[in-house]
């Protein structure tokens, strides 16, 4: 972010910049939402087989995860040629698949001693609240701060994820992250998402037209989602520990 004695001056220069999809966000917003919609269905659809049936949950679990990768790339990959039609019922499904691998972290968050639903309502809320900011913060900023701000955030996420496939294969052999350091990589991975939301009110409309508003809904879904784990991890971490 710009410091204060230039902050005014910063602000007029994001407004001059020309862009190539003013209206991009404004279109991808409808189908933002729709999607976290179907997210929730997908979520609660999952808490249902998981609690009626565990082992059928874990086998569909895996055919899930591995055709929600599958739809991420093929969506992705149509979404950015404008072909809307076809893109829209693989989002839609992407969507509802995203919900239903979320099944295993709300379950556990809704186990957790002081998470709970409150929990869950509360990662929602930091979500909604993120997106207000967001929307003010990255509308505004300069080219200079926008770009730095973008590869920051890049660049950290990319090494949360390294991070989290060590922690992965560590949990494989019975190798548990101590609470701390859950802690410390939770609250890393809020802070990141919450950058990338500010960056994505910077970076969308000077990368897709009006018309790769499915693209740009996609990018937007994916901070959204990624916020919410994080901070539900987070949570359960804090008070998951105190157990």
Not at 104 to 120: D, E, H, K, P, S
């Amino acid at each position: 972010m710009s410091n204060t004695s230039n902050f005014r001056q910063a602000i007029a220069e994001a407004r001059n910049q020309a862009l190539i999809g003013p209206n991009v966000i404004a279109n991808a917003l409808p189908w933002v939402g729709g999607g976290l919609v179907l997210t929730a269905v997908g979520t609660f659809g999952g808490l249902q087989v998981l609690a009626n049936n565990p082992g059928l949950f874990m086998a569909t679990f895996w055919v899930a995860l591995i055709g929600n990768l599958i739809l991420f790339f093929v969506a992705n990959s149509v979404a950015q040629k404008g072909n809307n039609s076809v893109a829209l019922p693989l989002l839609a499904t992407y969507s509802l698949l995203t919900g239903y691998t979320l099944t295993g972290i709300v379950a556990v968050a809704l186990g957790t001693r002081g998470v709970g639903f409150q929990g869950i309502g509360f990662a929602a809320l930091g979500c909604g609240i993120t997106f207000v900011l967001a929307r003010q913060i990255g509308s505004n900023l300069s080219d200079r701060d926008g770009m730095a701000l973008a590869q920051t955030v890049r660049l950290g996420i990319i090494a949360l994820f390294v991070v989290l496939l060590i922690q992965l294969g560590l949990a494989l052999f019975s190798i548990h992250t101590p609470t701390f350091l859950e802690i410390a990589i939770s609250g890393l991975g809020v802070l990141l998402f919450a950058g990338a939301a500010v960056v994505d009110f910077y970076v969308l409309p000077r990368t897709y037209k009006d018309d790769q508003y499915l693209s740009a809904a996609l990018s937007m879904y994916l901070t959204y989602i990624n916020l919410f784990i994080f901070i539900l991890r987070l949570l359960i971490a804090i008070f998951g520990g105190r157990d």
